[in-house]
């Protein structure tokens, strides 16, 4: 399994971004999709999930109102929609993946068997 995160970038407060993670994986829509996200020096973060069940979906309290996760399973996709950035959103970002059978969004870290590269967003002030 391969998960290749891209569209991160520079762009300044208030500004909006978003983020790709494509999954190399046969049966996409029986994953849990989360993403994650890291300053240097700090401890890796939860940022969003979204399960295999419909509408279910979880976001972090920092996040909450201003990102969306959404899957499209006929293209092994999972976005995150980033609005109304602010710098402290600087992080890279991650993609990661759980084969679960309850299909519920979830944060926890360890669940995750799989992890793309990571792509770094910079938000400016």
């Known amino acids: 399994v391969q998960l290749q995160a891209f569209g991160g970038g520079l762009v300044q407060a208030g500004g909006s971004l978003r983020l790709s993670c494509v999954a190399s994986?046969?049966?996409?829509?029986?994953?849990?999709m989360g993403w994650y996200r890291q300053v240097p020096g700090k401890e890796r973060e939860f940022v969003a999930s979204i399960g295999w069940r419909r509408d279910s979906t979880l976001y972090s309290d920092s996040v909450k109102g201003r990102f969306t996760i959404s899957r499209d399973n006929a293209k092994n996709t999972v976005y995150l929609q980033m609005n109304n950035l602010e710098p402290e959103d600087t992080a890279i970002y991650y993609c990661?993946?759980?084969?679960?059978?309850?299909?519920?969004?979830?944060?926890?870290?360890?669940?995750?068997?799989?992890w793309g590269q990571g792509t770094q967003v910079t938000v400016s002030s």
């Open positions: 990661a993946a759980d084969l679960s059978i309850f299909g519920v969004a979830h944060m926890t870290e360890k669940d995750y068997d799989y």
């Open positions: 994986v046969r049966t996409f829509d029986t994953w849990v």
